[in-house]
């Protein structure tokens, strides 16, 4: 029987109504009773009772507080980008989910979650501890979260805040991956654990985060595919992005990214392969702002192919006198398996940055297998990069106040790969926002000392007289306090 016209559009907008009316909010508070409705005004008590009690499409609001986990959190997956289960602190409240001695969450074989606005932290000190487990997981998205407080790793390296795993070894088409999650404008700080450590990944973005006081940022451990690493900030710690890619990968760009007083900017290779290649890894504007050592691993033929690396600016206006005889030995680019095998080089391009330090620094600039070079000009001489790239102060238009965009006379405008500007901001001051929002979260001021400090583990480094406390916690490669603007 064929239906009117106005009859079928009914049968529709009867079938939307039912569906929307599946979704609904459940509200969690410390003052709740799993016993009760889940209600706003009759909250559950626990996170796990509202994860038992959701379904696709539902909302946990989160009240404020505290909430110590005596069993990580279990949640269920949503099933579709429209029909996500979604966690959410509820508007204009701080909700704080502590691990305690173990983790905050598993997501393994999971899909289609968010986390929205939560406060993550744990005092777990096993070996693989972390505060997050991802395992052939799917269309996650954290966003707008804080994940604060990770001790250091006890024997481990793959101890993390986020620690994302595989049960093999797979390659970009298998599907113990997990894939297109999302991390974008959160906050990590003060953990003396790697932030992200990523094993197996395809098509993760992860931008507009900030990164403070944390051993490592950014991790591609094992077999990254086509990731994105954009927009972020990061502070402090020992080395912003490693990717050693030790089960190869492909399809890896980090740009638009500022880096500031880490010890490292970025490791490739210094593992072995698997006999799988590193292909296609692209870092391109960004700003490393006295970072003790910029680019450093090594090169394993015939694993490594398209490695691309132009547009950055490589700045320092503090000294930092890397001794002779360091694994890592130089101050701009570092690439020496156990100081003796060279890069090959039809699989490295190097051009088109700006490297600066001060003439007092008596690091080496530059080390390629047991040979070491002075300056620039030494450099480019011997080896077939950088014909573009010079040495020059790239004026920012204040640094000591974490503004990194370029000044009108700046010799980094205009002199890019393609005629854009060097540096974070390619397309000038455009309103791009780097790190997690607002922009000016937080500021930077450097002392003369290139010896690093400690920082407490756990709690904030941020001390308004310019000094820190000398206790244990997660090691800064030089004298970097950072400071929080409207926070």
Same mark, same amino acid.
């Given at each position: ?21 599946? /979704? ?8 709740g009773?799993?016993?009760?409705a ?5 909250p ?11 379904a696709?499409?539902d ?8 909430y110590?986990?005596t /069993?990580?959190?279990? =949640? ?7 029909s ?9 409240e701080? /909700?704080?989910?502590?691990g305690q ?8 074989n ?6 929205d606005?939560?406060q ?11 505060m997050?487990?991802f ?7 954290f ?17 993390a ?12 088409a298998?599907?113990?991956?997990s894939?297109?999650?999302v991390?974008?404008?959160n906050h ?9 450590r990523?094993y197996?990944?395809?098509?993760w ?5 900030t990164f ?10 094992d ?11 990061i502070?402090?710690?020992d080395l912003?992005?490693?990717f =050693? ?31 799988a ?26 694993f ?6 132009w547009?950055?600016?490589?700045? /320092? ?28 080089? =039809? ?28 300056d620039?000009?030494?450099w480019r001489?011997?080896r ?9 102060? =790239?004026?920012?238009?204040n ?14 405008k ?17 309103g ?11 500021s ?13 583990k ?9 000094r ?20």
């Amino acid at each position: 029987m064929k239906h009117p016209p106005h009859a079928a559009m009914g049968a529709v907008l009867a079938l939307l109504l039912a569906s929307t009316s599946q /979704a609904k909010n459940l509200h969690v508070a410390t003052t709740g009773d799993d016993k009760a409705a889940g209600t706003l005004a009759k909250p559950y008590a626990s996170l796990a009772k509202a994860a038992q009690a959701s379904a696709p499409g539902d909302t946990i609001l989160v009240r404020g507080g505290t909430y110590k986990l005596t /069993a990580q959190l279990d =949640p269920k997956s949503g099933t579709s980008e429209t029909s996500r289960i979604t966690y959410k602190a509820y508007p204009g409240e701080t /909700a704080v989910v502590d691990g305690q001695a173990g983790y905050c969450l598993t997501l393994a074989n999971k899909a289609y979650l968010t986390f929205d606005g939560l406060q993550f932290t744990t005092a777990d000190t096993a070996v693989g501890a972390g505060m997050v487990y991802f395992e052939n997981t799917r269309h996650i998205v954290f966003q707008n979260c804080g994940f604060s407080g990770m001790p250091a790793e006890r024997g481990s390296e793959n101890t993390a805040v986020i620690r994302c795993m595989s049960t093999g070894y797979p390659d970009a088409a298998n599907v113990e991956n997990s894939d297109s999650c999302v991390f974008r404008n959160n906050h990590f700080r003060d953990n003396a654990s790697p932030a992200l450590r990523l094993y197996d990944t395809k098509g993760w973005v992860i931008e507009n985060n900030t990164f403070t006081n944390c051993l490592q940022a950014v991790g591609g451990k094992d077999e990254p595919y086509d990731m994105l690493v954009r927009r972020n900030l990061i502070v402090g710690g020992d080395l912003a992005f490693y990717f =050693p890619m030790q089960g190869g990968g492909n399809g890896v760009t980090i740009t638009e990214n500022i880096v500031v007083n880490s010890g490292g900017g970025m490791m490739i290779g210094g593992l072995g392969t698997y006999n799988a290649k590193r292909q296609r890894v692209n870092v391109y504007n960004n700003t490393f702002y006295n970072v003790r050592s910029w680019f450093f691993g090594w090169s394993e033929a015939p694993f490594d192919t398209l490695v691309a690396v132009w547009n950055n600016i490589v700045h /320092a206006d503090v000294a930092a006198n890397i001794p002779g005889g360091e694994d890592i030995g130089s101050r701009f680019i570092c690439m020496s398996k156990y100081q003796s095998t060279p890069m090959e080089t =039809p699989d490295y391009s190097f051009d088109f940055n700006d490297y600066s330090m001060p003439a007092s620094d008596r690091s080496t600039a530059f080390i390629d297998g047991r040979v070491g070079y002075a300056d620039l000009g030494a450099w480019r001489t011997a080896r077939p990069f950088d014909a573009h790239s010079f040495s020059s102060a =790239p004026f920012f238009v204040n640094a000591s106040a974490s503004d990194f965009h370029l000044q009108t006379a700046s010799p980094c405008k205009g002199v890019g790969k393609s005629g854009e500007d060097l540096g974070a901001y390619p397309r000038g001051n455009d309103g791009t926002v780097i790190g997690q929002s607002p922009a000016s979260s937080v500021s930077i001021r450097t002392r003369s000392s290139p010896r690093g400090e400690r920082f407490p583990k756990s709690s904030s480094a941020y001390l308004a007289n310019g000094r820190t406390t000398k206790t244990a916690g997660a090691r800064l490669a030089n004298d970097a306090v950072v400071a929080p603007i409207g926070r």
